[in-house]
Nanobody, 126 residues
Framework: QVQLVESGGGLVQAGGSLRLSCAAS????????MGWFRQAPGKERQFVAT????????HYADSMEDRFTISRDNAKNTVYLQMNKLKPEDTAVYYC???????????????????WGQGTQVTVSS
């Protein structure tokens, strides 16, 4: 069993920055992958970025990489999402998720991840 707790969301003006954190507890593995997704009201949950906990390699959704950066601190069992130059359309609930025993591939689908956090709200005002 793995528990994930997101934090760092809030209200920010357009052009501002936020850093989200996702702390994992329980049995995680070095070959796991963690991802960030977001869901705006009335829309489906959307992939944002993923990171392989072992090697630290990353993969982003199109148009995210220029403003968002995913990183991890394995000693703290924490993954971060640095978001810069935020836009009103970035407003959503942001979720982190973990895929245990990932095989080194990048996974971008919601069913690919076994455990999810409760989400943290990010609101970007214009």
């Amino acid at each position: 069993q793995v528990q994930l707790v997101e934090s760092g969301g809030g209200l920010v003006q357009a052009g501002g920055s936020l850093r989200l954190s996702c702390a994992a507890s329980g049995r995680t593995y070095g070959n796991s992958a963690m991802g960030w997704f977001r869901q705006a009201p009335g829309k489906e949950r959307q992939f944002v970025a993923t990171i392989l906990l072992g090697g630290g390699s990353t993969h982003y959704a199109d148009s995210m990489e220029d403003r968002f950066t995913i990183s991890r601190d394995n000693a703290k069992n924490t993954v971060y999402l640095q978001m810069n130059k935020l836009k009103p359309e970035d407003t959503a609930v942001y979720y982190c998720a973990i895929r245990l025993n990932s095989d080194g591939a990048y996974y971008t689908g919601r069913p690919d991840y076994q455990y999810w956090g409760q989400g943290t709200q990010v609101t970007v005002s214009s």
